[in-house]
């Protein structure tokens, strides 16, 4: 046989109630001291957070454009790709003139 209890549907819904807010705190909890960890050593197994992190965002990489022909319905070259210079002009206060290097 069975006990029965007296429990009220309003009760359960307390006891559950805080129990999910006590479970949803300790989680919480838990990801918070895992930030701090991370934050404080800089290091997960192996891996040094902060040399990648410099890696990341501090590394320059040049990237050669690729481009090539554009056409029309037709077959004429709308666009196409060509060399470019850069031209940089030194004035010369004492002459007044432009230098091309």
């Excluded at 209890?5 to 109630?17: A, D, H, S, V, Y």
């Excluded at 930030?35 to 965002?57: C, D, I, R």
Aim: aromatic fraction near 12%; include cysteine.
């Amino acid at each position: 046989m069975q006990k029965k209890t007296k429990l009220k549907p309003e009760n359960n819904r307390k006891r559950i109630g805080k129990s999910l807010f006590f479970l949803a705190i300790a989680v919480f909890a838990i990801f918070i001291f895992r930030l701090v960890w991370l934050v404080t050593v800089n290091h997960v197994g192996s891996t040094n957070l902060k040399q990648n992190a410099t890696y990341n965002f501090q590394s320059t990489v040049s990237v050669q454009a690729k481009r090539g022909t554009i056409y029309d319905r037709y077959g004429t070259a709308i666009a196409v790709d060509s060399s470019s210079y850069t031209l940089y002009v030194v004035l010369d206060k004492k002459t007044n003139r432009c230098q091309r290097k």
